[in-house]
């Protein structure tokens, strides 16, 4: 089987190519696993740092939102897309036209071309929470209206509309994931308002002084990017009929607040990890933040059997293992 | 101040264009009104019958795709645009590109037309409880999910979101009215899975046969166009901090079965009149109907003082002075 992942150099793409790699198949939807033959990574530039070569993979490079670029990477023998090319929520923020071109036409692209295809792939897609906001209850239920209040969380919003309707006119077999946070990502902190939930973590893990600009009683619904990468797999052989009509899913996580966070990094890692993280309020981002909803009732995704982390201990465990080969900074 | 009215020589455009030339001036934001001194009514064809001349009216035929038709019609000094430019549920369902073409596509050059004016004007879009659909509570509340079983419907859903992006953006002052079906219809029976509902009332009236399709139990949420001409006239003048940031508002109407419409029928014209109406159950018609949510809580458009019809009887008698002259076959 074929499988292509746009955004494939990107965080998760990379891993989930990685995960695929290691695997050698995929989930089908009769039970089953077929074998990978072929995996496409769709990206802007190479990944870096480079990934280990192997036969079945190809880095192909291109615009997103080139008609052709797209055509030439979604071939007749394309078995399985997975959607991740976005531009992030700040960058759809403060460049309205690119988030749409990118986010929005972007994944209509790779949608009509799929449909051309006339064989129904699978197409596997990355919403957000962000699709949620403005006047929310106190818990997200699964039928709760998308009123977002981010151009990012609009456009993904639209997306999920979007393939509901390919899917049940029968030109593409989606399925959408609505992740929680990602904690803990690795790199550098970015320009991100959420990119403390990871930076209390991961620099005082690796001996760096961390910065939190939110109250230690901020929650976040979180999931690590183990499971993220899980789940997608996971999505991929859930029956269509099981998902049901509405293939947008909210999947499972957890609600952590800073100092739950804290309280698991000292757990983990001792006080003086704990003691590099400095309280700095920032009206500014603690505004953006107080608007996310936090805590999530996701009925259908807990039924699909997606799978969260236990704990936060869980969760940071889970990244020291991964990113940091086993050891910190102690 | 200058109104463009898209779809304008359509059923509802024609309409409020010539409620607004009686009127003559339009409610602001500020609690006044403004003198209409130009109305452009734009729509794929001139109005049949044609509309009466009026130094205020303009008629400009053109493709709501076309970007520079669009870019000609929304000039500078245009204060409000209604934009009712739409392929119908059947027929975007029977050709799928053309209703992303004219019903996201053509509002979203419409959009970008307004936003480049800079001056972000009043846009006002008629949506549908079309965009409910699937799996649904037995009452829709303001905050349940849309999960449309149609492309109209999830065109139209994409459009709310969009409008309500464009209007956090400064873009536009965005207002979205989600109607109830509008009963009853002039003209004669269409394609569409509802013209039963304005056919058993309007061919009797008129000394005609008509065919219901549905069981006699089935509920259908309505408003006259009476009511519908109002609410966009309503929809013009509410400041946008009272709308609130979620510019998509479910306007009121109120639910009758098929046979309170009938009974309704009888007691404003009598046995005779009814008996003109047969019952011929079609199978793929309830199938389609059934699906459609018809009792809803609009608890934000009663807020908001949108009006419904008070009875089946008072949209009965609308008609048949709107419509009829006055007068019907008895």
Known sequence: MRIVITGGCGFIGRRLALKLLEQGSLPNTSGGADEIESLVLFDIGEPTPPIPPDPRLTIVTGDICSATDIHNLIGSNTDVVYHFAAVVSSGAEADFDLGMHVNFDGARTILETCRKLETSPRFIFASSVAAFGGDMPSVIQDDTAKTPQTSYGSQKAMCELLVNDYTRKGFVDGRTLRLPTVVVRPGKPNKAASTWASSIIR?????????????????????????????????????????????????????????????????????????????????????????????????????????????????????????LDGSFVS
Chains 1, 2 share one sequence.
């Open 203 to 323: 620099e005082p893990l690796q001996g760096e002084a961390a910065i939190c600009p939110v109250r230690e009683d901020q929650a976040m619904w979180c999931l690590s990017p183990r499971r993220v990468v899980d789940a997608f797999v996971r999505a991929a052989g859930l029956p269509g009929e099981t998902i049901g009509a509405n293939r947008a899913i909210g999947i499972t996580g957890t609600t952590h607040t800073v100092r739950e966070m804290l309280d698991a990094l000292n757990c983990v890692a001792g006080k003086a990890v704990v003691d590099r993280v400095r309280f700095e309020p920032d009206a500014d981002i603690q505004a953006i933040v107080s608007g996310w909803p936090t805590h999530f009732n996701p009925v259908r995704g807990a039924a699909l059997d997606f799978v969260h982390d236990s704990s936060m201990v869980e969760i940071i465990e889970a990244f020291i293992e991964d990113e």
